[in-house]
């Protein structure tokens, strides 16, 4: 019996102290293993799924954070050479149709809505192809678009409508093409910051870069249940593996602090005084800016 | 002719609606309300009924916020709804980081402001008060 409660004691010692350092650990790790089983990616359910998607950023949201930098627009960073009559698979369309959003996010925003109508004529065919144009509002992002009326509402319009896509999507068992849209956005995206930081090094800009690592392994499981389906999807598969191993050694650390809220103009407003702190190298940014060219640049020829 | 002219006329307009995908009033509204300058990321469509028991609260999501981002949360209720929505955000050791009902005052902001310093996924939950039934629209946008 003694026996009995010393090892219940070491076990309950033992159970506690893992606990204890698991919530005060200040780094985030990716998962023990290094890739997500296919299988457990297939038990996630739908709800899990949107939920997932529903995490990752918008396509304006890397786009906002280089307007507040100042960084002066570039057509440069559009993906020109996407020709929408070419894109022969619904997976090209697809991953084109994500690609293309960051882009139209990255022109809104700095208010090249000239521009903007050439990505929106081939966001249109591509989202017909696929059977989602019903989804845009052309016409009105359009109008928008040329009036330069209302940045605000052109920016709800396009997001607004992207969303929508990507639920009717995951509604009607073409998930594969919501993964996708989401990859393809945040590809671009990404494509955009890691070369606006080459050009113009930012210590914000290059902390935003490091901590994609946080939502890298969603964007896994989010293509994990199709990466056996076709070659192209498997190459796309090792492509966010690809990404996925350069973040390996970059470390997020976290200071801790409690939210400080003040009332304001009749909101509320918190102050978060918690930081993350992002570790990266000058070489560990390098391999993530080499490798996501690499791949931004060949989905984009591959039309 | 006339049963088939109604019959017509009332398919197309289930048609259109089905098909229309029209913007709910309640986003847009909802998206105005969080002002000029606020630009839209995101919206929540919360449909609970009465809770049987008041607990924490129903409908949750997982969101990532990014450092060095001003988020705006704005709450928005549908005209039929009981209670009134509110919000709380989680970081992921489940750490409270705001709540949009104060309750030691009862009061409820129809916005709340979020300077977030420290990225990650975030649980953001909603519910009506005294978990109420009721519907309505939660937008997160960005702000200057």
């Known amino acids: 019996m003694k026996g009995r409660v010393f090892i219940l004691l070491i076990v309950m010692f033992f159970g506690f102290s893992c606990r204890n350092s698991k919530s005060k650990t200040s780094e985030f790790v990716f998962p023990q293993s290094d890739s997500i089983p296919v299988s457990e990616a297939e038990k996630l359910s739908p709800e899990a799924i949107a939920d997932i998607s529903k995490n990752i950023s918008s396509p304006v949201e890397i786009a906002n954070l280089l307007q507040t930098l100042q960084v002066p627009f570039s057509q440069n960073y559009i993906a020109e050479t996407i020709d929408a009559n070419r894109q022969s698979t619904s997976f090209n369309k697809a991953l084109k149709l994500g690609i293309l959003g960051a882009d139209l996010g990255y022109l809104n925003m700095y208010e090249k809505t000239g521009s903007s109508l050439d990505v929106l004529s081939s966001i249109r065919k591509i989202a017909d192809d696929i059977k989602v144009g019903q989804f845009f509002d052309f016409e009105s992002i359009k109008r928008l678009s040329k009036n330069r009326s209302n940045l605000d509402s052109l920016l709800f319009i396009s997001v607004d409508s992207y969303n929508k896509i990507d639920t009717y999507l995951r509604s009607n068992d073409r998930g594969q093409l919501s993964a996708l849209m989401i990859i393809g956005v945040w590809i671009e995206g990404q494509y955009l910051a890691t070369q606006v930081v080459k050009q113009y090094p930012n210590k914000v800009l290059s902390d935003r870069i490091g901590e994609q690592k946080i939502i890298l392994n969603d964007l896994l499981l989010l293509i994990s249940p199709y990466c056996n389906r076709d070659p192209e999807f498997t190459n796309l598969c090792k492509d966010m593996q690809d990404i996925k191993d350069k973040y390996r050694d970059i470390r997020i650390t976290y200071t801790q602090g409690d939210p400080v809220s003040v009332e304001k103009n009749g909101g509320l407003t918190i102050k978060q005084t918690e930081t993350s702190v992002v570790n990266m190298s000058k070489d560990q940014l390098n391999g993530v800016i080499e490798i996501t060219k690499n791949i931004r640049d060949r989905l984009i020829s591959n039309n | ?144």
Do not use: H
């Not at chain 2, 289930?14 to 995908?21: L, S």
């Not at chain 2, 489940?94 to 990650?120: A, H, M, P, W």
């Open chain 2, 1 to 144: 002719m006339k049963k088939i002219i109604t019959t017509l006329t009332i398919l197309f307009i289930f048609g259109f609606m089905a098909f229309g995908q029209v913007t709910d009033p309640l986003v847009s509204k909802c998206a105005i309300n969080a002002g000029t300058n606020a630009k839209y990321l995101k919206d929540f469509r919360i449909q609970l009924g009465k809770a049987a028991i008041q607990s924490d609260l129903r409908y949750r999501a997982n969101m990532s916020l990014w450092k060095n981002t001003k988020y705006r949360f704005t709450m928005c209720n549908a005209d039929n709804s009981k209670g009134q929505l509110i919000l709380t955000i989680k970081d992921d050791t489940n750490k409270l980081i705001l709540s949009s009902f104060d309750k030691k005052t009862g009061k409820i902001y129809s916005f709340v402001d979020f300077e977030c310093q420290r990225s990650g996924i975030y649980q953001i939950s909603y519910d009506f008060t005294n978990g109420q039934q009721g519907s309505g629209v939660g937008v997160v946008s960005m702000i200057k």
